[in-house]
């Protein structure tokens, strides 16, 4: 199985500054045939499902504001909320959805400080 | 709109079965598939598996293989997932969600909690 892990566990930030969420995959989700990365990161508030945010590592979902944004390839991915909002406060997961079976990070847990 | 409307909370006894259905509205529900993900309390979320509604065909994470039984009903655009031989470990909330079969999931129900407890 293809472990994902991610930093930091949690952060505080605060309103209006930067937020970055490191995940790192223990085998490439490079996926060479169609050189996309099959990659996603989600949203998750408490008591809600999880939201896509990203798709393919990189690609902003319709609707996602574009203060938050995503790079990376290979094995290692970055997620980047760019002037963090109250409307930001969550949990963030990583997912590869490469080889099954499909697989989370442990999520990251985003706070206003 | 896309929607999917899950059914409600359940308290089995270890050793019992659930059923968890997932009912899609606002899309062709042939043309997408339905993975199942849990999320044990304060856990990651987990994938358990998807079935492809068009094709029926299915694919489970090999934790949950022989145990967890998903299906569908075009008839009603309805997908279910059972797990078999609960444990108190099977304790969380089952999601079902939209995507293909190497995809990530684009809309999510809205979660069922399914509590183990003798």
């Known amino acids: 199985d293809i472990v994902m892990t991610q930093s930091p566990d949690s952060l505080a930030v605060s309103l209006g500054e930067r937020a970055t969420i490191n995940c790192k995959s223990s085998q490439s989700v490079l996926y060479t045939s169609d050189n996309k990365n099959y990659l996603a990161w989600y949203q998750q508030k408490p008591g809600q499902p999880p939201k896509l945010l990203i798709n393919w590592a990189s690609t902003r979902e319709s609707g996602v504001p574009d203060r938050i944004s995503a790079r990376g390839s290979g094995t290692d991915f970055t997620l980047t909320i760019s002037s963090l909002q109250a409307d930001d406060v969550a949990v963030y997961y990583c997912?590869?959805?490469?080889?099954?079976?499909?697989?989370f990070g442990p999520g990251t847990k985003v706070e206003i400080k | 709109q896309v929607q999917f409307v899950q059914s409600g909370a359940e308290v089995k006894k270890p050793g019992a079965s659930v059923k968890v259905s997932c009912k899609a509205s606002g899309y062709t529900f042939t043309t997408y598939s339905i993975h199942w993900v849990r999320q044990a309390p304060g856990q990651r979320l987990e994938w358990m598996g998807w079935i492809n509604a068009g094709s029926g065909n299915t694919k489970y994470s090999q934790k949950f293989q022989g145990r967890v039984t998903i299906t569908r009903d075009t008839t009603t655009s309805t997908a279910y997932m059972e797990v078999s031989s609960l444990r108190s470990e099977d304790t969380a909330v089952y999601y079902c969600a939209r995507g293909h079969d190497y995809s990530s999931c684009d809309s999510w129900g809205q979660g069922t909690l399914v509590t183990v407890s003798s």
């Open positions: 997912q590869q959805y490469y080889s099954t079976p499909f697989t």
